[in-house]
């Protein structure tokens, strides 16, 4: 999953990437409004973490703007808490609304409700043949046994499945688990895909070559 | 209560003033056609008194036979038997018993007139009989409603009466005791009058007015119903003209009431302002707007506060979480206290800068009331902002004569580097600021401008507002509160000064510090 979050608060912006990046996202980052409205525009995100106050350009205008061509799931975030405030940001075309101060934990959970909703999911838990994927507890079992993943792994599975029996190509993989500092020449998906086949049998993950990679639906 | 309400308190008061007038109205005007009809009655009463008295014959010398506007009082009028005739000869009859028989006679006199004869008895004394013309006794019939008359002797005793008179006439007692002119009286439903003639007999005309008496209540009943309507016509126009009235009255207390529930947004419509409850209204409804706008205004400087004190909880909050989340090296442990330092020195910034302002606006700052040379004050501020100048690329010109004030010196650069720190910040590259400074009557003049794009016409007005930025997104960074200039504002003003801002969108902008000066 990537993530842009646009906050012009340097020391908000660094410790809220990080821990996004701990929790297994890719995430880019974009200090004034200009910019964020840039790479929303020109990448599919899976999620924007947007500020209200921006300078240059604000949220409210950025979110006018992206919904213009991007449906990306938008969570704003706000130091002003007046209903009315929230009204307009819902109705401009956010997906979800967070106060400020806010604890990680619920930042985190409605950012996976969002990513969950947008793929037409209502709940938490996908299945794709004996594997169980636990979005909520970021967990994975398979015949009812928990496998450890590491956060790159997991989250690769995780968007396989969530795109469950369509083939997801390594562009639009790379996108979506790499940020842009990663280098997309690398092997590193494979060196991914070979350790998760190894972690979760050979067959849950097909290869489509040409095409790029598949999780259930027969294949 | 209901009956408390002002509508019903108008409806109650109109009513009963009213009712009192219309109570008033039908009265008198009762009261008058009675008296007419009494009147006419008594005329008519009187009219026949009068041969009656004739007839009874005054004795010489006494009192006069006094009607008023009878026909026959005094005047030497047509009737002979007139008083003034009679007179001196009924002087010369006093002789009793002389002219006995002329008493008969005297009914005889054409046009009614008494028998003017001499000797005649007196009544109550033997031989007298009392009679009267037949053209008068004509006047009194035998119907219950046609008039009657009695007529007694001075010692009492009846001594004629006519067909139609009840059986149960009494003798007026008052009459017995003083002869005078005639008094009339009520008895049941008869009119009676009786006079005391000076000789001691005394003669009552009366007749029955039941049929009057009954036409009269007939009247007053239809007054009183009448009245009636037009007492519930009355209240009906009152109760509209009350509802009317009180319409505005309502429409005021209920949008108060709305504006009691918090929509300050509300307003009495007043329609017509040219009157009363228009002029209340639009009293109101300013006073309404005003309280609105300091409303407002209270809730967005709350909401700023509460936004600028937001962030850096914000940025404690994700640092620490994201620290806590596993185990870190010492390196990233201390880039999160930093960070939390850097918050919670902004938080403690924003605290102090909302004390001071807080002190200033309620006038519990103290400044010092030292004599000061401002210039002197301008120097020192433009070489502590001199190295920020230099990092920028800016030029700072500084042309200050000696302005002599009195106030507090360290509060006065506050402002000054607050002004400098602006028109730094907000300038272009290679710009430059440029501080002047005048005397002018009494008055002490700075002025600091700047070279930069200056300050649009719809900031221009709320640059001194706290928390008000025209770049909506400086929000926080670079260590401003937003309440600089506000402070600055406060300070010139709590010095008795002003503190103005003028700009030209394109060609920078200048603010101006007017100070009390020194001598």
């Given at each position: ?219 | ?293 300091a409303f407002a205004q209270q809730q967005q400087f709350t909401s700023d506060a509460a936004h600028e004190l937001r962030t850096p909880i914000t940025v404690m909050l994700t640092q620490t979480q994201t620290a806590l989340n596993r185990e870190r090296g010492a390196a990233e442990y201390r880039a999160t206290v930093e960070a939390c330092q850097r ?177």
């Amino acid at each position: 999953m990537r993530i842009l979050i646009v906050e012009d608060e340097p020391d908000l912006l660094r410790s809220l990437a990080q821990a996004l990046q701990e929790e297994g996202y890719a995430v880019d980052t974009a200090a004034d409004g200009e910019t964020g409205l840039f790479n929303a525009q020109n990448y599919d995100y899976d999620a924007v973490v947007l500020d209200v106050m921006l300078p240059k350009v604000d949220g409210w205008e950025i979110l006018r703007r992206l919904r213009k061509t991007k449906k990306t799931p938008v969570l704003m975030l706000t130091a002003r808490d007046q209903p009315r405030d929230r009204v307009r940001g819902l109705d401009t075309g956010a997906d979800d609304y967070v106060v400020k101060p806010f604890d990680l934990p619920e930042l985190f959970a409605r950012l996976r409700a969002l990513i969950r909703r947008s793929a037409g999911r209502t709940s938490n838990v996908i299945t794709a043949g004996d594997v169980v994927i636990d979005t909520g507890a970021r967990q994975i079992s398979r015949g009812g046994q928990a496998v450890a993943l590491t956060a790159r792994e997991y989250a690769l599975v995780e968007f396989l499945a969530l795109h469950q029996g369509e083939v997801v190509t390594r562009t639009a993989l790379y996108e979506h688990l790499f940020d842009e500092n990663e280098s997309t020449l690398s092997n590193l998906l494979d060196v991914h895909v070979s350790n998760i086949r190894k972690k979760l049998g050979a067959e849950f993950i097909t290869t489509r070559r040409g095409h790029g990679y598949c999780v259930g639906g027969g294949g | 209560m209901i009956f408390q309400s002002i509508r019903w308190r108008l409806q109650l008061w109109y009513g009963l003033v009213f009712l009192a007038l219309l109570a008033g109205f039908g009265g008198t005007a009762y009261d008058l056609l009675r008296s007419l009809q009494l009147r006419h009655l008594d005329g008519e009463i009187q009219r026949r008194m009068v041969p009656l008295a004739n007839s009874l014959r005054p004795p010489p010398g006494g009192p006069r036979f006094f009607f008023p506007g009878g026909e026959l009082t005094n005047s030497p009028g047509p009737t002979p038997g007139g008083p003034r005739q009679d007179g001196p000869r009924m002087g010369r009859g006093g002789r009793r018993g002389d002219q006995g028989d002329q008493g008969g006679r005297g009914g005889d006199f054409p046009g009614g007139g008494p028998p003017g004869g001499r000797g005649f008895p007196r009544p109550g004394e033997p031989g007298f009989q009392f009679r009267l013309p037949a053209d008068q006794a004509a006047l009194f019939g035998s119907e219950s409603n046609s008039f009657y008359y009695v007529v007694w002797g001075p010692d009492g005793q009846e001594l004629a009466r006519s067909e139609a008179a009840p059986h149960d006439v009494p003798l007026p007692v008052a009459a017995e005791a003083a002869p005078g002119p005639p008094e009339p009286r009520m008895r049941g439903v008869f009119r009676e009058v009786y006079h005391a003639t000076p000789g001691g007999a005394v003669a009552l005309v009366g007749r029955s007015i039941a049929e009057e008496l009954a036409g009269l209540r007939l009247l007053a009943w239809e007054l009183a119903a009448a009245g009636g309507v037009v007492l519930l016509l009355g209240l009906t126009g009152g109760w509209w003209v009350a509802t009317r009235a009180i319409r505005p009255i309502e429409d005021i207390s209920a949008t108060a009431v709305k504006i009691a529930a918090g929509d300050l947004s509300q307003r009495i419509s007043a329609a017509d302002t040219d009157n009363e409850l228009g002029r209340l209204a639009a009293v109101l409804n300013s006073t309404f707007a005003r309280l609105e706008a300091a409303f407002a205004q209270q809730q967005q400087f709350t909401s700023d506060a509460a936004h600028e004190l937001r962030t850096p909880i914000t940025v404690m909050l994700t640092q620490t979480q994201t620290a806590l989340n596993r185990e870190r090296g010492a390196a990233e442990y201390r880039a999160t206290v930093e960070a939390c330092q850097r918050a919670a020195q902004r938080m403690r910034k924003l605290m102090e800068s909302l004390l001071e302002l807080a002190r200033l606006e309620a006038g519990q700052e103290t400044l010092q009331r030292v004599p000061f040379d401002l210039s002197k004050t301008v120097g020192d501020c433009v070489e502590f902002v001199r190295p920020l100048a230099e990092t920028r690329r800016l030029e700072i010109h500084c042309a200050v004569p000696a302005l002599p004030c009195v106030g507090d010196p360290e509060r006065m650069s506050q402002v000054v580097t607050n002004l400098l720190g602006n028109a730094l910040e907000y300038n272009q590259q290679f710009g430059e600021v440029r501080i002047t400074g005048e005397r002018q009557s009494g008055t002490v003049i700075l002025r600091v401008s700047n070279s930069g794009p200056g300050i649009a016409a719809e900031d221009l007005p709320r640059i001194f507002e706290r928390f008000y930025r025209a770049d909506k997104a400086r929000s926080g960074s670079g260590g401003h509160t937003g309440l600089g200039l506000a402070i600055s504002k406060a300070i010139v003003e709590a010095h008795g000064g002003s503190l103005e801002a003028a700009s030209q969108p394109g060609a920078g902008a200048t603010f101006t510090v007017r100070l009390p000066g020194a001598g």
